[in-house]
């Protein structure tokens, strides 16, 4: 089983990171804040102006690990990593499954139904733990309309026709999650429908902050196992896409990402002060807020859960490398199809 090692993110701006022996070093102005032992990190995630010496660079390409900038919004600018240690035959057998229509479709249809179900099962969630009886009839609502999406990308015959099933789906979903807000929290977390490039209001800035380190993972874990993050199948293949990693992260926004940012919105534990307002009418997560949201981020990937088909538990930070192995064995024959994530 892969060793669960911790993600080190750096967010302080004018943060320097280097190598100080067999640690990362983080100096801010001059002083020491962090020294963590390297074999003790996976990899090394820099939000901004973080400057980064040559000498952690080249120790963390020889040791497999790997460096990732992002902007202070958490969008991904470069990745720099070693050697590319990716299975030949795997790739080829990747390759010819993206060459075939059938197989890109059902591969697809597994993607989007995982992404559906569990979006449902957090509306359902959200109805059980309402107060509301109009809102907890909402939620239901909401979730049948889910179900019936379910329905409906079982029969897509072709990729638009599935993906336009997904679209419908994720507008009601986004609409529905504003019900599984406490009121008390509804007029500062109001989800206008989902806003990228840049996030237009506070629960969009958290989701898209939250995606961000999702996506990493899902990339990371491709990688790990040996498949090409760029070549995907519900996604499109486009130059500098991780098309992949796209597909591997949609069975887990809801579950990860969406639940979480609930939790911490409805705890209390962030707030408007965590947001800041910049030109244009972006929102986006402040220093303090990204630190909140890491913080929770790290202990969340820690928990542990049953595997539902495995039947055993490992912790939240592994499932992405084992929904990538047996999406491996799927495009090798050793399993009829590929089974995605399902939360309980």
Known sequence: MHNVQNTLYVMTPQAYAHLDNATVR??????????????HIGGLVCFG?????????HRLADEGKTL???????????????????????????HRAANDARITLELARACVGGKIRNSRSVLQRGAREADDNVEIERLTRFADNLAASLRAAARAQTLDELRGVEGEAGRGYFEALNLVV???????FQLNGRTRRPPLDRFNALLSF?????????????????????????HAVRPGRAALALDLQEEFRAVLCDRLALTLINRGQIGEKDFDLREGGAVMLN????????????ERKQETLTHPLLDQKIPIALTPFTQARFLARTLRGEMESYLPFLAK
Not at 49 to 57: H, Q, T, Y
Request: with cysteine.
């Open 287 to 298: 220093d303090r807020g990204r630190r909140t949201v890491v913080s929770a981020w790290q």
């Open 68 to 94: 990732v900038l992002l902007d202070d919004a958490g969008r991904f600018r470069a990745r720099l990593e070693g050697p590319v240690s990716g299975n030949i035959l795997l790739r080829q057998a990747q």
């Open 26 to 39: 983080i100096d801010v102005e001059h002083e020491k804040k962090l020294q963590v032992p390297l074999h």
């Open 182 to 188: 406490k009121p008390a929290f509804r007029a500062s």
């Open 210 to 234: 939250l995606y961000a380190m999702l996506m990493n993972d899902c990339r990371s874990a491709l990688e790990a196992i040996g498949l090409d993050p760029q070549l995907g199948f519900l």
């Open 49 to 57: 102006n973080v400057m980064v010496s040559p000498a952690l660079m």
